[in-house]
């Protein structure tokens, strides 16, 4: 069992940076694919970024266009999203997500995660 905690939301101007930590407990951390998502009111929750199995790959999803970048610190068990070049419609709240066993196939879908953390606000405005 893997218990996660998100930090680092808040309210940033259009073209403002946020750094997201998600901590997690538990578990050993290093086992599993992090991911991140996000979702707004009425929305599905949308994939962002992954860590894939506990490893440097990274993977992203195509409206990230180079502006975030997903990292690890496995000392703190600790993972970070770096948000760059932040826009009006980067606002939502953001969530982590851990899974074990996930394939290629899966890997950016929601339903595959197995741990989830309550989530982060970010509002970004123009």
Known sequence: QVALVESGGGLVQAGGSLRLSCTA????FSRYTIGWFRQTPGKDREFVAGL???GINTYYADFVE??????RDSAKSTVYLQMNSLKDEDTAVYYCAAGAG?????RRRPSAFDYWGPGTQVTVSS
């Open 52 to 54: 894939w199995r506990g």
């Open 25 to 28: 407990s538990g578990g050993t």
């Open 102 to 106: 996930l394939i290629m196939s899966t």
């Open 66 to 71: 180079g502006r975030f970048t997903i990292s």
